[in-house]
């Protein structure tokens, strides 16, 4: 069975808790290592490791401090680089280059964001779970079958943006930024309804923006839309 907990989503942090009962793994660790320790009641010696999406701080805060708990951090060169790390608990994935941590088998593959060497995970394990964890990125370039839970970004709402930018709440550039980095609840409908939904038990919406978007709206429409159990990450 596999277990999910949020520690932090959003543009201050994102941390997250994945577990097949077997491997525990951190999916970022954009926030303290002592909230990482805090979120998981100190209990971090059996983390099998850490995936790091890309190097922006709000996904990679903790990396050092991650490091020095003896916990491998799997990330891109690009995403090494940009963090000025050089370690060898610093370990270096491809997209499209299957690697195996414990009981799980995880496929790193490209996503669209504003930094080199981006990356999402399709993340399975040996009981038939298969995760997939895509945050930051504009669009999807992949498709994915018989998916058990999805892990997705739900920035912001275009039309909430548009009154946003009507009312100066933000910014033109903002908006444009977030159009060409970040995914929209209307590109995460349409992703969903391009990809195989026959055996997704759980959907949980990550990365909200805080003024661009709407918990309750976005819960809503996509469970309307694919009839699943959908969780807003906080």
């Not at 577990?19 to 971090?44: H, M, R, V």
């Not at 993340?123 to 504009?138: N, Q």
């Not at 309804?193 to 809503?220: C, P, T, Y």
């Amino acid at each position: 069975m596999v277990e999910l907990k949020c520690l932090a989503s959003g543009s201050s942090g994102n941390a997250y808790y994945l577990t097949d009962g077997q491997t525990p793994l951190l999916l970022e660790a954009g926030i303290s290592w002592k909230l990482i320790q805090q979120g998981l009641n100190f209990q971090t010696t059996s983390l099998a490791g850490c995936l790091v999406s890309h190097g922006h701080m709000d996904h990679c805060k903790a990396v050092k401090d991650v490091i020095k708990a003896g916990i491998d951090c799997y990330m891109s060169q690009e995403t090494a680089q940009a963090l000025g790390i050089s370690n060898h608990r610093i370990k270096i994935v491809r997209a499209l280059e299957q690697f195996y941590l414990g009981t799980w088998t995880i496929l790193p593959f490209g996503t669209e964001h504003d930094t080199e060497g981006s990356l999402g995970f399709l993340i399975a394990c040996k009981d038939g779970f298969k995760v997939l964890y895509l945050t930051d990125t504009a669009y999807c370039r992949y498709r994915f079958n018989g998916l058990s839970h999805i892990l997705i970004e739900a920035n912001y709402s275009l039309e909430i943006l548009r009154e946003n930018v009507a009312n100066g709440a933000v910014p033109v550039e903002l908006k444009n930024r977030l159009l060409q980095s970040h995914f929209s609840l209307e590109n995460v409908k349409e992703f969903l309804k391009a990809n195989d939904m026959q055996k997704v038990r759980e959907i949980w919406l990550l990365h909200l923006s805080e003024g661009n978007s709407d918990a309750a709206r976005f819960k809503r429409e996509v469970q309307e839309l694919t009839g699943k159990m959908v969780f807003v990450a906080k």
